[in-house]
């Protein structure tokens, strides 16, 4: 007789007690395809070795799908699920639970602000792998990727086109004051499912703040970032539009701040917030919708030479690979 998953929680209990047919039996199709009944329970049995009881850590709900985390009460391993509206399991993992105690304790001097307006989702966002797949590369440990969701979702209809994603084309702004360092822009943007690992920021801007300090934006929307290289931004400043560009299956933006402008020799910084807060995975984040237009302000910004396209441009008008 086999026990259902009637309460989601339950399931480290489950795990723990031995119930392993039971709960491979409530694994997707695609699930089994990958690993035998027998090769589970010895990978399980394995597993729970030394644990005495399993606590959760984590949840959260997306898109029809709800993650839980559990970890061992030594803190050692990680169980992470993402079951669906059905309560089958679609992805369950098996790790160790490694952080990384120095660079975890490593903030950023300066205070950030997302670089998004409105209310926008973390999809990736934490201080560990499994609400943050970035984490494991040093060089990324600290970054998020943010989406638009209504009603449970980041698209509309379908997912054939990139307009039918909420991201897509949205205001991009500067999270913090800066100068341009970097902009790579012309690349087109993906049919969503595709991606370009070839390019894997896409289109992005890289942006010196103080104290030696870069933030980099990745993923726009071709041919609509609005400064280039010497540039003087704002914080909340316009600087382009959301798009699905480079190694992203979907219309999202990738935030990180490193310690170099080079993304692949510069690492990662733990971003502090103006508002105290440090969004993970599944929270919501919400920033005023005004952004700043710099043709107000253009008296006092001697260092920011924009065209007159440029400023008509500039008035208001919306899963595990290197930057996805």
């Given at each position: 007789m086999y026990v259902s998953l009637d309460n989601l929680e339950d399931f480290g209990t489950m795990f723990l007690n031995g119930a392993y047919e039971n709960i491979y039996f409530c694994t997707s199709k695609d699930f089994q395809q990958i690993i035998s009944l027998e090769q589970f329970i010895?990978?399980?049995?394995?597993?729970?070795?030394?644990?005495h009881n399993y606590q959760i850590e984590f949840s959260s709900a997306f898109q029809n799908m709800t993650h839980y985390i559990w970890l061992d009460n030594k803190k050692e391993k990680a169980i992470s699920v993402f079951f669906d509206e059905r309560k089958t399991i679609q992805r369950l993992y098996l790790k160790p639970f490694?952080?990384?105690?120095?660079?975890?304790?490593?903030?950023?001097?300066?205070?950030?602000?997302?670089?998004v307006k409105g209310e926008w989702l973390v999809f990736w966002g934490g201080a560990n792998e499994f609400i943050n797949y970035h984490y494991p590369y040093?060089?990324?440990?600290?970054?998020y990727d943010l989406v638009k969701i209504q009603e449970g979702l980041s698209y509309r209809n379908t997912q054939t086109e990139n307009k039918d994603f909420y991201a897509f084309d949205e205001a991009v702004v500067a999270p913090g004051d800066g100068k341009i360092a970097k902009v790579?822009?012309?690349l087109k943007d993906n049919v969503p499912?595709?991606?370009d690992t070839n390019n894997?920021?896409?289109?992005?801007?890289?942006?010196e703040h103080a104290n030696k300090e870069f933030s980099m934006i990745a993923h726009f929307k071709k041919n609509t970032i609005l400064v280039k290289a010497g540039d003087v931004v704002?914080?909340?400043?316009?600087i382009g539009k959301c798009g699905n560009s480079g190694n992203s299956s979907e219309p999202h933006i990738h935030f990180q701040v490193m310690d170099s402008a080079d993304l692949e020799s510069g690492n990662s910084i733990r971003i502090q917030f103006k508002d105290g807060n440090e969004p993970i995975q599944g929270d919501t984040i919400v920033n005023p919708q005004e952004y700043k237009d710099p043709f107000d302000e253009k008296l006092d910004k001697i260092g920011n030479s924009l065209t007159i396209m440029d400023?008509?441009?500039?008035?208001?008008?919306?899963i595990a690979q290197f930057f996805k």
């Open positions: 010895e990978l399980a049995s394995t597993f729970n070795n030394g644990v490694i952080t990384y105690e120095q660079t975890d304790n490593r903030y950023t001097s300066n205070l950030y602000t997302m670089p040093e060089s990324q440990r600290y970054a790579v822009d012309g499912g595709e991606m894997p920021a896409g289109n992005y801007v890289v942006i704002r914080e909340g400043q316009l400023f008509i441009l500039l008035i208001p008008r919306t």
